[in-house]
């Protein structure tokens, strides 16, 4: 688990740093969540709208919603497939994602319809960790005070 | 238009008079909008004065709350991609012009509303 600049960026995460979110392939499947910076930026998240299972997402397109207080943002999927699975828990424990948004915290479980080319425009590994500190620092971003 | 993409359209009445009822017509608007769907609001009657230029940047939502002003409601949603439409008749009825508003996708008479709502697959009112 990388620190960088307060947030935690592990290296084995696919991320779109632009939008915050990571996938991770499980198997024949992505996970898919928010990223540690992300859920620093919403606060304390107190819904969490996911699209149901069986729904067909292009990369790119709203996988849900989340809402904390006054704020809502949408979840835009970093890679293209069928919602196999929502993580039920954070519907009901929307705090999950703040607390292990790479853990416990997952949003969604993706059938890719071609990772492989997903993947490319997605940021990994040591290098990605280094992407990610740029656009934190350019931007004046700090998870922890 | 993609099945999944469902047409929501938000009918306002109430203007800054109420301010405590300003807000929410947005963030709903705001949520249906960043599920992808494709949003739309009408403002007549008083809702229109809303729309004012000045007004939601002064309009504080919740008197004594955390002072959050109707001005980030609006953005919310504009960035959302949500579409305001004005009802034309109500212009007259708030002492204003269209010049006097903030940007809309533009006027909209009594037929056009009643036509966005046969075609909405969800109609909200407020």
Sequence with gaps: ?145 | MSSDIKKYLYILTTGPEIAYRAASPFFLATTAALMDHDVSMVFTIRATGLLKRGVAEELTVKEGGDGARLQFFIDQARDAGVKFFVCAPSLDLNDCTLDDLIETEGVVGGSAVNEMALEADVVISF
């Design chain 1, 1 to 145: 688990m990388a620190d960088v600049e307060g947030c935690n960026i592990p290296e084995d995460r696919y991320y779109w740093i632009e939008k915050h979110v990571w996938a991770k392939p499980e198997g024949e499947y992505i996970m898919v969540g928010l990223t540690d910076v992300a859920q620093s930026l919403a606060g304390k998240i107190i819904v969490v709208n996911l699209k149901a299972a069986g729904k067909t997402l292009a990369r790119g397109k709203s996988g849900g919603t989340l809402e904390s207080g006054k704020w809502v943002g949408s979840i835009p999927t970093p890679v293209a497939g069928e919602v196999i699975e929502v993580n039920a828990a954070v519907k009901s424990h929307p705090s999950l994602v703040n607390e292990d948004p790479y853990g416990e915290g997952w949003l969604l479980k993706v059938k890719p319809n071609n990772w492989d080319e997903d993947a490319k425009a997605l940021e990994t590994g040591e290098e990605g960790v280094h992407a990610y500190r740029e656009k934190l620092v350019h931007d004046g971003i700090h998870c922890r005070a």
